[in-house]
Nanobody, 123 residues
């Protein structure tokens, strides 16, 4: 059984950085992973995805140049480095795992989800 546990969220000021981590257990280390976020009153949206071996990445336009997704398959962990945070980045951030190695940007393409970690950005 796959379990995803996010950590690293918190309260920061605009312009600050945070690094989220997602530790996976019970699954295949080489499956593609993704980060999504959901702000209050809004739908969950795609943020970033990384292929199973970590060589291919995609980002939503609003975070390109500021966020970096990476992974350490030896540790079964995926990261989201978030720089130059903006108030509009404030949301609950969810880690997700696919059942295959290729990247994906939509919610239905992910089989497993974590419980989420809150990121709060004050202006």
């Amino acid at each position: 059984q796959v379990e995803l546990v996010e950590s690293g969220g918190g309260l920061v000021q605009a312009g600050d950085s945070l690094r989220l981590s997602c530790a996976a257990s019970g699954g295949t280390a080489n499956y593609a992973m993704g980060w999504f976020r959901q702000a209050p009153g809004k739908e969950r949206e795609f943020v970033a995805t990384i292929s199973g071996v970590g060589t291919l990445r995609d980002y939503t336009d609003s975070v390109k140049g500021r966020f970096i997704i990476s992974r350490d398959n030896a540790k079964n962990t995926v990261y989201l480095q978030m720089n130059s945070l903006k108030p509009e980045d404030m949301a609950v951030y969810y880690c997700a795992m696919r059942g295959m190695r290729s990247r994906a940007t939509t919610i239905p393409e992910y089989a497993y989800w974590g419980q989420g970690t809150q990121v709060t950005v004050s202006s």
